[in-house]
């Protein structure tokens, strides 16, 4: 059973900074694609980040420049750090896993067969 647990959210003012962790089990976890998305309540589901198993990374335009997603393999663990926060990022932030996921699949949450229980993020105005 491959388990990943989110942890680093809270509440922060606007224009602050959170930095997301997403640790998983296993030893596969630097060979798979890895997503962060996010649901506001009565929103719909956004993909925000995700990093290849090459290592490249991809963001949702209202991200760029203010979110950035890496990964330690060694700690099997990614990350989302994200600075300039604003209220419009208020939501429960997820992380996403597989190691089958295409290239047109990268930020389609549904594609990858594990995910998170999420931790919530708050930017108050």
């Known amino acids: 059973q491959v388990q990943l647990v989110e942890s680093g959210g809270g509440l922060v003012q606007a224009g602050g900074s959170l930095r997301l962790s997403c640790a998983a089990s296993?030893?596969?976890?630097?060979?798979?694609?890895m997503l962060w998305f996010r649901q506001a309540p009565g929103k719909a589901r956004e993909s925000v980040a995700a990093i290849t198993s090459s290592s490249n990374t991809y963001y949702t335009d209202s991200v760029k420049g203010r979110f950035t997603i890496s990964r330690d393999s060694a700690k099997n663990t990614v990350y989302l750090q994200m600075n300039s926060l604003k209220p419009e990022d208020t939501a429960v932030y997820y992380c996403?896993?597989?190691?089958?996921?295409?290239?047109?699949?990268?930020?389609?949450?549904?594609?990858?067969?594990?995910w998170g229980r999420g931790t919530q993020v708050t930017v108050s105005s």
């Open positions: 296993g030893r596969t976890f630097s060979s798979w694609s």
């Open positions: 996403a896993a597989d190691g089958l996921v295409s290239s047109s699949d990268w930020f389609n949450p549904v594609k990858y067969r594990y």
